[in-house]
């Protein structure tokens, strides 16, 4: 790919809580033609998501939480969504581990990667790590709610994985990262399809 990019300029647009650029290059097409475009991106960094799931009992533990952007595009209730977080220094899985303790309040044990995919190439450089995981009550360690500090503000869910497939289907659940997890467990929890 490198004979088909030439950068021009890389101009530093913010460096706020992540890092805004506008960068000019030229591409040369699938014809062979050299075109000039523009793009912004976004990079907040690599993070990871988790989403446990109590095989005896038929349950995930999801948090509901405030996310100002879908705010500002009409959704005024808390999202539904998979714990997740920024990697910081940490490796995908370590990042789930402490995710899942400090959110809902649950030492995780055999995480299992299902993926890593770009959650918004067109404009955003991140790439999310999604786990799964089975918990049991035995597992819980801590009321969870995330930290204070950091201004987070997360009720801890539990509720049926069939439920939480039917809220992606109505609505109610709309984060991308939980409707992907959700739908992954339907597929290969045996549990859940007898």
Known sequence: MQDR????SVVVLSDNWGVLKKTTFDYR???????????????RGHGATVLPFDPERGTVLLVR???????VEGHEEPLLEACAGLLDADDPETC????????LGYRLRDLKLVMMPFMSPGSVTEKLAFFTAHYSAADRVSDGGGHVDEGEDIEVVEMLLRHAYDACLDGRII?????????HLMLTEASVRK
């Open 5 to 8: 990019i030439r950068i021009n």
């Open 65 to 71: 939480q405030f996310r100002y952007p879908a705010y």
């Open 96 to 103: 789930a581990r402490r995710e899942a303790e400090e959110e």
């Open 29 to 43: 097409n699938s014809k062979g033609v050299w075109e000039p475009q523009i793009r912004e991106t976004y990079d």
């Open 175 to 183: 984060d991308a990262k939980t409707i992907i997890l959700v739908q």
